[in-house]
């Protein structure tokens, strides 16, 4: 097809082009004496974003479910009981990794659409007066559903029962795009990917943890050796790595931080949320639902939605990605043909969002909905053109 294709999965997400140049270089070597001016700031960099001045960060070659590997492995034993939530399918999946990790999980069933459950946790929290629970799991945004969680939350809920359970956070599509707080939240385990809101190919676990789940290492006993923290720890304190490094992918990385802290954390997050509330906005105007059941749910990341009964959103999806050249996320497992997803993270301004909106609605049209013609496109624009100079204005 002629023109750009529109990229709108919730991940891979699109990746700017300076960070697309930084990837194109001749190889190097990745022992040489001068790698350690180049690393070592890059480590420290990335604490920045984790919002972490007491934990480590750890890049390994992997996607993001390298990075759960790595949080289980270096913390925990076999047997060992953790608590978690089900609501989509990224919780599920890490569920079930560590079901096949060999822990037992304490299940918390919720509905899709809803997310962690904060006062739940507290109550089994606050009965385990033995301390059975060795973690909490916890996904801040469920990427499947579109909802975001209280992460602060559930360490208040830790706090308030003592209890000592390490606090893992999946925050592969979050971290670097909404407000994430390592230490002042007390996560022990934070975990993400290069292909979300870092702009980069997938390829990158990008992960820290804090020196209480450092100092699990000693008595965790689940096998490990690619992922082991201490391999890593000993290599990257002089500016090197235990392997050969992905030194594209750590060259894209450097613009791509650059790039964030340019616009500044704040001023992303801020962004991400303007530019999906204008979505919410179509959403609204097109009659339809998202699958996120309550405001306090929603995601800035991430929108999920619901089409009406009797109508099959993959015929929405696959309708885009034909005729418009447009990706959307589609509904996985349990939302399978009742959701469409529209990604809206990382590199992403009002009008390539917009390419989304008209696509989808367009989409939608044609096959059949009872979508009214540029309604969601209509809303979006207006919301976005009241509100783009004050945030243009906070940026600067
Ligand atoms: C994308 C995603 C993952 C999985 O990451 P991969 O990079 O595909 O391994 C895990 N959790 C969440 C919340 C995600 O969005």
């Keep these: 097809m002629q023109g750009t294709r529109h990229l709108f999965v919730p991940g891979p997400t699109n990746v700017p ?34 919002k972490t001045e007491t934990g480590q960060v750890f890049l390994f070659p992997a996607s993001g479910t390298g990075a759960w590997e790595a949080a289980i492995t270096n913390t925990l034993n076999e047997g060992d009981v953790v608590l978690a939530a089900r609501f989509g399918q990224f919780s599920h999946l890490w569920i079930d990794m560590c079901q096949r990790m060999g822990l037992q999980v304490e299940v918390v069933e919720c509905e ?21 629970i060795k973690a909490v799991l916890t996904t801040q945004n469920e990427t499947a559903t579109g909802v975001q969680s209280d992460i602060a939350g559930v360490r208040r809920a830790l706090d308030a029962a003592g209890h000592p359970a390490l606090l893992f956070m999946d925050g592969v599509s979050s971290i670097g795009s909404v407000d ?7 996560v022990d385990l934070a975990v993400s990917g290069s292909q979300k809101g870092f702009m980069l190919p997938a390829g990158l676990a990008i992960m820290a943890a804090s020196q209480k789940a450092l100092a699990m290492q000693g008595q965790a006993r ?21 392997y050969t490094p992905p030194m594209s992918m750590l060259r894209g990385l450097r613009v791509a931080l650059d790039r964030m802290f340019d616009e500044g954390l704040e001023n992303i997050f801020a962004r991400h949320h303007f530019l999906a509330e204008g979505v919410r906005r179509a959403v609204d105007a097109w009659g339809l639902t998202l699958c996120a059941k309550e405001p306090k749910w929603h995601s800035d990341t991430v929108t999920a939605i619901v089409v009406p009964e009797g109508h099959d959103a993959r015929r929405v999806i696959a309708r885009a990605y034909d005729r418009y050249g447009l990706s959307l996320g589609a509904g996985l ?12 993270l990382g590199d992403l301004n009002e009008l390539m969002l917009m390419s989304a909106l008209a696509g989808a609605e367009m989409s939608m049209r044609d096959v059949g909905l009872p979508v009214e013609a540029g309604s969601g496109v209509a809303a979006a624009a207006e ?11 906070a940026a600067e």
């Design 383 to 393: 919301y976005w053109r009241a509100g783009g100079d004050r945030l243009a204005l």
């Design 333 to 344: 497992s349990v939302v399978a043909g009742k959701v469409f997803r529209i990604g809206h």
């Design 112 to 132: 899709w659409g809803t997310g962690v459950p904060v006062e739940i946790f507290a109550e089994r929290l606050a009965a385990d007066k033995g301390h059975r």
């Design 180 to 186: 994430f707080r390592m230490d002042e939240w007390g």
């Design 222 to 242: 689940m096998r490990r050796c690619y992922f082991d923290f201490k391999d890593m720890i000993a290599t990257n304190a002089s500016g090197y790595f235990p």
């Design 17 to 50: 082009d300076t960070v697309r140049r930084a990837l194109d270089l001749p190889m190097e070597d990745h022992r040489a004496p001068d790698l350690p001016r180049f690393t070592l700031p890059l480590f420290a960099d990335l604490k920045k974003v984790f």
